[in-house]
């Protein structure tokens, strides 16, 4: 193998060689720049469906009411259903064992928050300390709201990293006090959301302080938990399913909504969903890489094709070098080492031509289901050495095969 | 040189089974140069192939060298080949993607020998043929001629004890084999022993001895009065 004289030999016939080479070396090349595509988008899709999902805990139920859209019991259709911290305290107690995250919000949309000369409309929201793992925030500075900013009606508040880049610019925010609706609040800290800028530009204030200052009574505008996981995420998702009816049916007995007025109330779990999109890339990464191995196997076929070619082809060789005194295994290492070395040196390209690609495109793509395409780069280095060591089996058949052709009849060979 | 007692040899064909040597006994001292001869079917060249290594007597005894050579298997053969043998084909057999120079020094890529020697050595043979200026050409841009003598500097390289030259004119015209011949006969002249399987009396005449094969047997081994190719050239 680490013979140079070998070595020189091979070059010397892949260089006199061109098109055998090139067209060898294309097959091998474009496959794995193939899959390296394939895989990379599927990873993309994965990423940014995933990303998508992450904005907010994929195991979550979230509370929200209407007016009512039917009459019960006596009541008229098209009366407003207001939850109250009563309903938030009985779920909570109710189904403690179910949850892990429990929350409720009041809030204001489109308020009007100022520090110094900027201004802006952000979606301002009272809500419970928990809220900061239902919504995924991450703590960039500071700290989110506490226990005791609830029990206080503390005038803090939590403000998203794009509020805080549009307000404070470079400064730092921590300990500044913004204004809303002309009432100050000490920011407390600054969170970031895989979401994106969307899910940034919210402010968060404790539900207590929010609700005195907007006239909110023990009104709650929504509540939203999270269910305990499990090992089993089929379980999981039907405790979901479980809590999130057994929730609704709490909720329209108390507050007297017809059991079919599906309006007025509205439970939604994003487990299901989860679980849906979960098993879509699931798919979708399967048929990638099925296709993927597809192209593989036919570059190892193609691959394979072109030894008996080229075997075929160089028959007559064969049968001169022997003549001339070479012996069998001299001639299988020949054609194996020049057959690995090809597919070895245009898989290498083929990887990196993709990689390449990846890295370019990749970052240009501006769809919120495909993010950061990429490839692992063992995944894409074991397929290329699988393929090499495919083709050098698939090669060395023939080119045992020639090596037994007795001299005399390869040398009949016209 | 070389010993053969009552060599036979048989190709089966399906069912059919053609007796192509039927016992043939012959000996040649160093330095000869002999032709053998007989019409296309007698088995001259299956007994140049047998003496050449590159197929295997049914029955009978061939020692090369004093060297018994029987039951080799296929790496043995390689290697004695390329010590003993040199061959020169009708056909040229030179690889079509190397130059003349890179084919001369092919059998000395299988002695082992490094890449400077083979380069010093090949372009010594090839100036031996007298082509020493056509050295970095291609057999492709080579005559007819030129191919063949750049096969005998090829079959001359690994400095064989003998060398085996298959119809060596067979696919040249008249001008060209005589100067090919030319060439074989001053090799000879030099002590190498030449055995020359052909059909044309001329070319038979210019060797020393002309063994005379009909239908698998030797009819006729005689030495005769060697013809020089030098007055036709």
């Known amino acids: ?414 | 040189m070389i010993q053969i007692k009552d060599l036979h040899k048989s190709y089966h064909m399906g069912s059919n089974s053609l007796h192509v040597l039927k016992g043939i006994n012959f000996n040649v001292k160093e330095g000869e140069l002999v032709s053998i001869m007989g019409s296309s079917g007698s088995g001259k060249s299956t007994l140049l192939n047998i003496l050449g290594m590159l197929d295997e007597a049914d029955e009978g005894s061939y020692t090369l060298d004093n060297v018994p050579i029987k039951n080799l298997n296929e790496k043995i053969a390689a290697r004695y080949r390329n010590e003993f043998l040199g061959f020169v084909f009708q056909s040229f057999n030179l690889i079509n993607y190397k130059s003349a120079l890179d084919n001369v020094a092919l059998p000395l890529f299988y002695k082992g020998i490094t890449r400077k020697e083979r380069s010093e050595k090949a372009a010594h043979y090839l100036e031996k043929v007298g082509l020493a200026e056509w050295s970095h050409h291609l057999p492709s841009e080579l005559s007819g001629g030129q191919k063949q003598r750049v096969a005998i500097a090829r079959a001359l390289a690994s400095e064989p004890k003998v060398l085996l030259a298959d119809e060596p004119t067979g696919a040249l015209d008249t001008k060209t084999s005589y100067e090919v011949m030319d060439l074989i006969q001053g090799i000879n002249d030099e002590g190498k022993t030449i055995l020359v399987v052909t059909h044309e009396d001329d070319i038979a005449h210019m060797t020393k001895r002309i063994v005379n094969l009909k239908d698998g047997l030797i009819i006729d081994d005689s030495t005769v009065e060697q013809v020089r190719a030098q007055q036709y050239v």
Do not use: C
């Open chain 1, 1 to 414: 193998m680490f013979n140079v004289e070998r070595w020189q030999e091979i070059f010397e016939t892949l260089r006199k060689n061109k098109l055998r080479t090139f067209l060898t070396g294309l097959s091998v090349a474009s496959g794995i720049f193939i899959l390296v595509i394939l895989l990379g988008f599927s990873s993309g899709i994965e990423n940014g469906v995933t990303t998508e999902f992450q904005q907010d805990a994929t195991n979550r139920v979230s509370v929200r009411t209407r007016r009512t859209t039917k009459g019960y019991k006596g009541l008229n259709p098209g009366r407003r259903i207001q939850l109250k911290d009563e309903d938030f305290l009985a779920l909570s107690n109710n189904y403690d064992e179910y949850l892990e995250y429990r929350s409720a919000s009041f809030s204001i949309w489109g308020g009007q928050v100022a520090y110094k000369n900027e201004t802006g409309n952000y979606r301002v929201q009272g809500v419970l300390p928990d809220n900061q793992f239902i919504e995924n925030a991450d703590i960039g500075r500071g700290r989110f709201l506490n226990n005791s900013d609830i029990d206080e009606s503390k005038k803090v508040a939590v403000i998203g990293n794009k509020v805080k880049k549009d307000l404070f610019k470079d400064e730092n925010p921590i300990s500044k006090y913004i204004s809303i609706f002309g009432i100050n609040y000490k920011v407390i800290g600054v969170y970031y959301d895989p979401g994106g800028e969307r899910e940034e530009s919210q402010i968060f204030l404790p539900l207590t302080a929010a609700r005195n200052a907007f006239n909110g009574g023990d009104n709650i505008r929504d509540m939203v938990f999270t269910v305990k996981m499990s090992d089993n995420f089929d379980e999981a998702v039907k405790r979901s399913q479980n809590i999130t009816l057994a929730i609704e049916n709490d909720l329209k007995e108390k507050h007297i909504i017809a059991p079919n007025d599906v309006a007025a109330i509205r439970v939604n779990n994003t487990l299901e969903e989860a679980q849906k999109i979960y098993s879509l890339i699931d798919t979708i990464k399967a048929v990638f890489w099925f296709i993927g191995i597809g192209t593989i196997v036919a570059g190892i076929v193609g691959v394979g094709n072109i030894m008996i070619i080229i075997v075929k082809e160089r028959t007559k060789e064969i049968g001169i070098r022997k003549a001339l005194g070479a012996v069998p295994s001299s001639i299988i290492a020949m054609i194996l080492q020049e057959a690995i070395f090809v597919t070895m040196l245009s898989g290498l390209f083929g990887l990196i031509a993709g990689l390449g690609l990846l890295e370019i495109v990749g970052p240009q793509v501006d769809s919120p289901f495909i993010k950061y395409p990429q490839v692992d780069f063992r995944t894409a280095i074991t397929t290329v050495f699988i393929l090499v060591g495919a083709g050098a089996f698939a090669g060395f058949i023939p080119a045992y095969r020639a090596a037994k052709i007795k001299p005399i009849v390869a040398l009949r060979d016209e």
